[in-house]
Nanobody, 121 residues
Framework: QVQLVESGGGSVQPGGSLRLSCAAS??????????MGWFRQAPGKEREFVAG????????EYTDSVKGRFTISRDSAKNTLYLQMNSLKPEDTAVYYC????????????WGQGTQVNVSS
């Protein structure tokens, strides 16, 4: 089993920055064995994929709306996933979730509880 705990959310003005963290743990858990991702869900909308990173961090992908503004990274020594969010916009307001899966072809098996990000003036 894998436990994921997000932190770093908060309120920020448009144009500001936040860095989200996701601490991963679990019995017999090896962080580098998992594909990691960030999702978000805005009020009244479906959960959407934001960014993903493969096992060693050599491959990343982003949804178009955050490309050039968000950066996903991972630190295997700390079992932690990050999402650096710059140039934030009001439309980035959402609950952000960390997720993990064992294989690229798997569905996202493990989820954190989410952290709220509010972008407003």
């Amino acid at each position: 089993q894998v436990q994921l705990v997000e932190s770093g959310g908060g309120s920020v003005q448009p144009g500001g920055s936040l860095r989200l963290s996701c601490a991963a743990s679990g019995r017999s858990f090896l962080f580098s064995n998992y594909v990691m991702g960030w999702f978000r869900q805005a009020p009244g909308k479906e959960r959407e994929f934001v960014a993903g990173i493969r096992f060693t961090g050599s491959s990343t992908e982003y949804t178009d709306s955050v490309k050039g503004r968000f950066t996903i990274s991972r630190d295997s020594a700390k079992n932690t996933l990050y999402l650096q969010m710059n140039s934030l916009k009001p439309e980035d307001t959402a609950v952000y979730y960390c997720a993990a899966k064992f294989r690229v072809s798997d569905s996202w098996n493990f989820w954190g509880q989410g952290t709220q990000v509010n972008v407003s003036s």
